[in-house]
């Protein structure tokens, strides 16, 4: 515990004023409460919540154990929340699906592919181990679109719809494209078959700004941007992490995607304000935690960071947020009796 508060001390996790709060705070963490304590703010500066939230972070990485690396803002802030070894150069899992999409955009956006074009689905591409919804058919071969694809990918983080993003766009140019717009260090890894890969690596800091790209429209069209920024933040988007602990309403305000593989558990987002506009950009990445083979919502990473969006989300709810210079759409998702 010592190491890791010297470690965390050393990366900027607080200045020696805070370090007293954050480490009586790591202290208390250590029985794991059910819920954070503190009662959500109801003024607030962009400063006060960054503080807030490294407190919170400090806590709540010390309670799970294991391995963390992260990088976390709060626009407007002249002090980042969080900055934990944020170059660490870390296996990125389903994180990176991110990055393979804006891929797949960049090309929509270039008229080279198209949204409501097909995609075949074989047999031999649905085959094998898997998170999604694809294997589940079992009836192929089939067809697709690759806004559908996009849709699953980004969602339910369908494994399938990542192999099929492959085969319009193969693993040499989607990291071409993501070289091409900054992103060295978040590749994916090619294999033999050149329309198929590995996930891939990122670093906490090169994917939170990727997502701040992202949000203020330097990566994408308008209308790209916003098929991504809709996906990630759609009801049957992840839940088991940093939204957990939300109503509905609150949900949609949070566009994340989580990435879990072995002991590693990650989740990267943007939380919005209620004015619609980007109040926390998150790059969080997990391993080393007890309960490897547990990829549910009692896995100690997932927890804390349940708890964690809990109170990043109550820190930064009096914010305006940052002001962009694109129009991000809010989703509406209202539930269906069927008919």
């Given at each position: 515990m010592v190491s890791q508060l010297n470690r965390r001390a050393a990366l900027g996790l607080g200045t020696i004023a805070t370090a007293g709060a954050v480490l009586g705070a790591q202290r208390a963490?250590?029985?794991?409460?059910?819920?954070?304590?503190?009662?959500?703010?109801?003024?607030?500066?962009?400063?006060?919540?960054?503080?807030?939230?490294?407190?919170?972070?400090?806590?709540?990485?010390?309670?799970?154990?294991?391995?963390?690396?992260?990088?976390?803002?709060?626009?407007?802030?002249?002090?980042?929340?969080?900055?934990?070894?944020?170059?660490?150069?870390?296996?990125?899992?389903?994180?990176?699906?991110?990055?393979?999409?804006?891929?797949?955009?960049?090309?929509?956006?270039?008229?080279?592919?198209?949204?409501?074009?097909?995609?075949?689905?074989?047999?031999?591409?649905?085959?094998?181990?898997?998170?999604?919804?694809?294997?589940?058919?079992?009836?192929?071969?089939?067809?697709?679109?690759?806004?559908?694809?996009?849709?699953?990918?980004?969602?339910?983080?369908?494994?399938?719809?990542?192999?099929?993003?492959?085969?319009?766009?193969?693993?040499?140019?989607?990291?071409?494209?993501?070289?091409?717009?900054?992103?060295?260090?978040?590749?994916?890894?090619?294999?033999?078959?050149?329309?198929?890969?590995?996930?891939?690596r990122t670093t906490p800091r090169e994917m939170h700004t990727l997502l701040r790209q992202l949000v203020t429209g330097r990566l994408l069209s308008r209308s790209s941007t916003n098929v991504m920024l809709s996906r990630l933040r759609s009801p049957i988007a992840f839940t088991d992490g940093i939204r957990r602990e939300m109503s509905s309403a609150e949900r949609a305000r949070i566009a994340t995607k989580a990435g879990w593989f072995g002991n590693g558990r990650h989740e990267s987002g943007i939380m919005f304000s209620r004015a619609n506009k980007p109040s926390l950009i998150y790059s969080i990445f997990a391993t080393g935690q007890a309960g490897a083979a547990n990829f549910g919502a009692t896995h100690p990473a997932v927890r804390a960071r349940s708890r964690m969006g809990r109170a990043f989300f109550d820190a930064v709810g009096p914010l305006p947020g940052e002001s962009l210079d694109v129009a991000v759409d809010t989703p509406s998702r209202e539930p269906s009796n069927g008919g």
């Open positions: 963490a250590a029985a794991a409460p059910a819920v954070f304590e503190a009662a959500p703010l109801t003024e607030s500066s962009p400063l006060e919540a960054a503080r807030r939230i490294r407190a919170v972070y400090g806590r709540e990485t010390a309670a799970a154990g294991g391995t963390w690396q992260a990088y976390i803002t709060v626009p407007g802030s002249r002090e980042v929340a969080v900055s934990d070894e944020p170059d660490s150069v870390v296996q990125a899992y389903s994180v990176n699906k991110i990055a393979v999409a804006i891929a797949v955009l960049d090309k929509v956006d270039r008229k080279q592919l198209s949204l409501t074009q097909r995609i075949n689905v074989t047999a031999a591409i649905a085959a094998g181990d898997g998170d999604g919804i694809f294997p589940l058919d079992g009836a192929y071969p089939s067809a697709v679109t690759l806004g559908h694809v996009l849709s699953a990918l980004l969602t339910v983080s369908d494994d399938v719809a990542a192999r099929l993003c492959g085969e319009v766009v193969p693993a040499a140019e989607i990291n071409r494209i993501l070289a091409g717009k900054g992103f060295r260090k978040t590749q994916v890894q090619p294999v033999a078959n050149p329309h198929r890969f590995y996930l891939g």
